[in-house]
C-alpha cells in the first residue's frame, strides 16, 4: 500500500510526466471550461485560454511546454483553418472576391502603416525591427472561427470575405518575413523569387487540378468504407500542409488550400463534415487554443515598466488597425455594424502566424525580450477582444436571419417536416437517404421515415423481421450525420397501395423513391407497378436513380414544364433543389418557360442563399431528345413532371423513366411529381402557353413496339 502512495506522490510531481495524466487533466478542462465560462456569458473559448496560461509553464508549471503538446497544437490551428476553407461558401466566395481583395488590401497595409512610426519612432527600434513587428500587426489567426461555426452564420458574407483576407494577409506576411530573414542572412537574390513563384505555382496546380480527382475517386472506390474517408482527408490535410511548408510558406496556408480543393466533395450536412466538425471541435481545435494559453506568460507585468509599455503599446495598436480595417470595409460595401463586428472579431486575434512571425524574428536576433513577451500578452488580449466581439455579432445576425424568415422552409412546414424514403432492393439505399439528408429542413425535428412495404402473404412475419433488420443499419448511417431516422415496415399487397397508406398515415412532406434498373420486356410490369406509385402517391414525390455519388455531380439542370409554378407542390421541389445545389456546391440550369423562371427567381432571392443559377428558354417539349445537347455526363438532371389531371401534365410527361434511362444512362437523374392536391387557377398571362397533349395511347404502343424489337434483337445470334 505504501508503495502504492509513493508511487501516487510521484506521479503528481510537477511538471507532470505521465503522458495518461497529462491527457486526463487537459480533456477536463476542455470539458469543464467552457461550462464554468457560460454562467458568466463568457465564449468558452476563453476559458480554455486562460486555463492554459494557469496550468503552463509560466504559470503553475503543471504541464511542460513539451513536444507533445506542441504537435497538438499545430494539429489544432491546421484543423481550424482546414475547417475554415472547407466551410467557405465558394459561390458567394467567388461572387465577392474583390471584397476580399479589398479587405485584404486593408487589414494588411492599415495596421502596418500604424504600426511601423509607432514601433520606429515611439518604441525607438530599428527599421528592420519595426518593419517585421508592424507587419505582425497585420496577421491574425481564425481563433474566434468556432464560433460562428458553431452558431451556423460561417455562410454570411462578411465571414467570407474575412477568410479570404486572411489567406492574403498571412501569406503577404510570411513572404515579407522570407524577405527579411533573407536580407538578414545575406541578402536578396532574382533567383528567390523565382523559385518561391514556381513553388507557389505548381504547389496550387497539384491542390486544386490532381487532389479533386483523387479525392473523388477515393469517395467512389471506397464508398462502403466510411472511416476511410475520415483517415484520407486528414492525410490530405497535413500532406498538404508539409507541402506548403516545403515551398517556404506557413502549413497553415496548406491546410486551408486542402480545404478549399476538398470543399465541393464534402457537402456540409454529410456524415464525413459532421465527423470532420465533430472531432476537431471535440478535441484538436481546443487542445490548440489551451497550447496557446501556454505560450502566455503573465510575469511580463512584473517585469518592469519597458516591458508593461511595450505590451500595452503593441495591443492597442494591433487592435486599432484590424478595427479600422473592419470599419473602412463595412463603409465601403455598406455592410451592417454587426457584420462589421464578425469582421473585425475574426480577424482580430492574433496567434499562430503571430507567433511564428514573432519567434523567427527573435530567434533570427532582430527582435529583443520586450517585444517577444509584448506579444504573448498581445495573443491574450486580443483572442479574448475578438471572441467577445465575434459572439455578440454572430448571435445579433442569428436572430436578425431567424426574425426575416430566411429559413422559408420553416415557414411551409414548420419544425415538423415529414419525409419517407422507401427502402428497395433494386438500388443502392445509401443514396436516397444520403439525398434526403443533405435536402432535410435543418430545423426540423421529426425523423426521416425509412419505409419497407413486405407483401402480404403467408411468409409476412418472416420477411417483416429480415426487413427491420437490414434497415437498422441505415439508422446508424443517418445518424452519423445527427439526423434522426425511424423504421416502418408495413404490409400489403403491392409497393404502391403501401406506400400512399403511410404517406397520408405519417402527413409526409415528401416521398422519395427509385425507380428499378432496366430490364427489357419486364419494364413493362415494372413500369406499371412505378404508374401505380405516381397515381396512388398524391405528396410531393422524387423518383431517383441515382447511380453515382451526388459529390460527383458539377452542375444540377432542370427541365420544367409550362404552368409548373402553378402546382401546390412548386414551392417545395424549388426549395429542395436549391438547398441541394447549395450543399453540394453546383450552379444551377433551368431550362423551361419564363413565368417559371420568374418564379424560381423569386423563390431564390426570398431564400437568401448564393447559388449560380442560370435560365435557357425550352418550350419544345414534344422534343424531348433534345436535351442531350444541353445536359453532360457528370450533370444531375432533375425533370419536373406532373401527374395527369394536373395544370401542368402533358402526355409527353408519360414513362419518363423509359426516355432517361434510354438518353441519359449515365447521369444521375430525379423526376419529380409535385403534390396532387388542389391547383392554383392561371390569369390572361398564361393564355401564350399551348397545352394540346399528346396522344398518350401512340405513347403505349411505341413503347411496347421497341419492347418487342428489343426482344427478338436480344434474341438473335
Known sequence: MQQIFQNLIKEFQLPLSSPVLIFSLILFIILFAPIVLKRFNLPGLIGLIISGIIIGPKGLDIIANDSAIHLFSTIGILYIMFIAGLEL???????????????????????LIIGYPVCRYILGY??????????????????????VSKLGVSKNISVALTVGGTILTDTAVLIILAIILGKS???????????????????????????????KWFFQKMESEKHAHYIFVLAVVFFAAFLSQVIGLEPIIGAFVAGLALNKLIPESSALMNRIEFIGNSLFIP?????????????????????????????????????????????????????????????????????????????????????LNGTIILILITCIVSSLVTERSAKAILIENETKGIEAEQKETG?????????????????LLELAVLIKNKKSQAPITILSVVPNNQEAEENILKSRNKLHEFITLASATEVKANIVTTLDHNAASGIARVAKESMAD?????????????????????????????????????????????????ASPPLAELERGFDLWVHKVIRLAEELTVPVFHYGHTHTHSAFKQKLHKMGVNISYFYHGFEDWDNFVSFTRFVKPEDLFVVVSARNGSVSYMGVQDHLHYKLDKYFEQNNKIIIFPKQEGMITGDDNYEEINLSPLNRSLDAFELLGKGIKDFFNKKQP
Open 89 to 111: 461558401d465558394l459561390q458567394q466566395f467567388k461572387k465577392h472576391r474583390n471584397k476580399s481583395l479589398v479587405f485584404g488590401f486593408f487589414t494588411f497595409f492599415l495596421p
Open 126 to 147: 530599428d527599421f528592420d525591427a519595426s518593419f517585421l513587428t508592424a507587419s505582425m500587426f497585420a496577421t491574425h489567426t481564425l481563433v474566434s472561427y468556432p464560433i
Open 185 to 215: 542572412r545575406g541578402g536578396l537574390s532574382e533567383e528567390f523569387f523565382i523559385s518561391l513563384g514556381i513553388a507557389i505555382i505548381l504547389f496550387s496546380a497539384f491542390m486544386f487540378l490532381v487532389i479533386p480527382r483523387i479525392a
Open 287 to 371: 487542445f490548440f487554443l489551451v497550447a496557446v494559453g501556454m505560450q502566455v506568460n503573465i510575469q511580463v507585468i512584473t517585469a518592469g515598466p519597458m516591458a508593461l509599455l511595450v505590451a500595452g503599446t503593441l495591443s492597442i495598436v494591433a487592435i486599432s488597425g484590424k478595427w479600422l480595417a473592419a470599419w473602412s470595409t463595412q463603409k465601403i460595401f455598406k455592410l451592417s455594424k454587426d457584420q462589421r463586428g464578425i469582421i473585425f472579431g475574426l480577424s482580430g486575434s492574433h496567434a499562430a502566424a503571430t507567433l511564428a512571425v514573432i519567434l523567427v524574428g527573435y530567434e533570427a536576433k532582430i527582435l529583443d525580450e520586450n517585444i
Open 415 to 431: 419544425n415538423k417536416e415529414n419525409i419517407i424514403v422507401t427502402a428497395s432492393k433494386a438500388i443502392k439505399f445509401e443514396k
Open 510 to 558: 415528401l416521398v422519395i423513391t427509385s425507380w428499378p434498373n432496366r430490364a427489357r420486356m419486364l419494364d413493362l410490369f415494372i413500369g406499371e407497378k412505378m404508374e401505380g406509385i405516381i397515381r396512388s402517391v398524391d405528396k410531393n414525390l422524387f423518383i431517383c436513380r441515382l447511380q453515382s455519388p451526388l459529390v460527383a455531380n458539377k452542375r444540377i439542370v432542370i
